[in-house]
């Protein structure tokens, strides 16, 4: 069974910087573009940023410049590091890939960006 688990969210004020990780329970995790999204309370889950399996990475809007997307093929990990972060980052973050027409998400973790 596939799983994605995140980790590395929690409390910030606003500025700081926290470093999210999705562990991939997958054998094909190098050959797959692996993607972060985040939803806040009330609106859709958007794309954050994403890495092809080369390394190639694209990024929202509102994300460039602050965040950063790594992978770790050796350890079947996905990085985000934050930094600048807003209160309007505020959401739960989750990643996810997709494989032969199949969509896979982690649970999500929670970032909460407040003074």
């Known amino acids: 069974q596939v799983q994605l688990v995140e980790s590395g969210g929690g409390l910030v004020q606003p500025g700081g910087s926290l470093r999210l990780s999705c562990a991939a329970s997958?054998?094909?995790?190098?050959?797959?573009?692996m993607g972060w999204y985040r939803q806040a309370p009330g609106k859709q889950r958007e794309l954050v940023a994403a890495i092809t399996s080369t390394g190639r990475a694209n990024y929202a809007d509102s994300v460039k410049g602050r965040f950063t997307i790594s992978r770790d093929n050796a350890k079947n990990t996905v990085y985000l590091q934050m930094n600048s972060l807003k209160p309007d980052d505020t959401a739960v973050y989750y990643c996810?890939?997709?494989?032969?027409?199949?969509?896979?998400w982690g649970q999500g973790t929670q970032v909460t960006v407040s003074s």
């Open positions: 996810s890939y997709r494989a032969l027409a199949r969509d896979y």
């Open positions: 997958t054998s094909i995790f190098s050959m797959v573009t």
